[in-house]
């Protein structure tokens, strides 16, 4: 079935990191690619999603570029801050635009 | 104010007793969701409803059943609880499979 592989497990920076999670998905023709937000005690919440080739997701200063060449969808910020800590996910939603399948998720954690 | 409200926040069952966990939302959306999170599958999908049918279900267990009385709640019946159901439930909505908003989840313990 559909599903994305992210590879970090974790991720330890300092502020004013760059940030690279990576994210590749595995699906037929054009899925959503979502990356999703989750802080301690709450549920995850979306950042930004894209749904077509070459097209860019931001927000908050993180961004993505969905690559349906490299089935990639990899999240990135130039500069983190403590407060960027959480776990990240990201998620696909196949071609029927069903429910969104989580990766395992990254733990960032950011030292001022 | 929370638009989606799970109830209870936290609850302790003992194994084999059979729980409700209660998903209402207050976003008009048609289309809701329950997820699971443990240590050992992260965000794991369970099931989607929309306009209170049921649309998809990735729950091997028939231990597992949602209900949904009105078009915006989508309970979570839980029967013969194990141990190995302890987790994270996230109860979801979109409006026609647009962006999912979750809810804080019900922290769940079988002992």
């Known amino acids: 079935g559909d599903s994305v592989t992210q590879t970090e497990g974790q991720v330890a920076l300092s502020e004013e990191d760059f940030l690279t999670i990576h994210c590749n998905y595995s699906?037929?023709?054009?899925?959503?690619l979502f990356w999703y937000v989750q802080y301690p005690g709450e549920g995850p919440q979306l950042l930004f999603r894209?749904?077509?080739?070459?097209e860019k997701g931001s927000s908050r200063g993180f961004e993505a570029t969905y690559d349906k060449g490299t089935t990639s969808f990899h999240l990135r910020k130039a500069s983190v801050q403590e407060s960027d800590s959480a776990v990240y996910y990201c998620?696909?939603?196949?071609?029927?635009?069903?429910?969104?399948?989580f990766g395992a998720g990254t733990k960032l954690s950011v030292k001022p | 104010d929370p638009k989606i409200i799970q109830k209870p926040k936290y609850l302790v069952a003992v194994t084999g007793s059979e729980k409700i966990l209660i998903c209402e939302q207050y976003?008009?959306?048609?289309?809701m969701y329950w997820y699971r999170q443990s240590a050992k599958k992260p965000l794991e999908f369970m099931f989607s409803?929309?306009?209170?049918?049921?649309?998809d279900n990735q729950t091997a267990s028939s231990r597992f059943q949602p209900q949904s009385s009105k078009k915006n709640h989508l309970d979570l019946q839980i029967t013969a609880l194990k141990p190995d159901d302890s987790a994270t439930y996230f109860c979801?909505?979109?409006?026609?499979?647009?962006?999912?908003?979750f809810g804080k989840g019900t922290r769940l313990t079988v002992v």
């Open positions: 979801a909505s979109s409006q026609y499979r647009t962006e999912v908003f």
């Open positions: 699906a037929s023709g054009y899925p959503t």
């Open positions: 894209a749904s077509r080739d070459k």
């Open positions: 998620a696909l939603s196949d071609r029927n635009n069903n429910a969104p399948r």
């Open positions: 976003l008009g959306h048609n289309a």
């Open positions: 409803y929309s306009y209170q049918k049921l649309m």
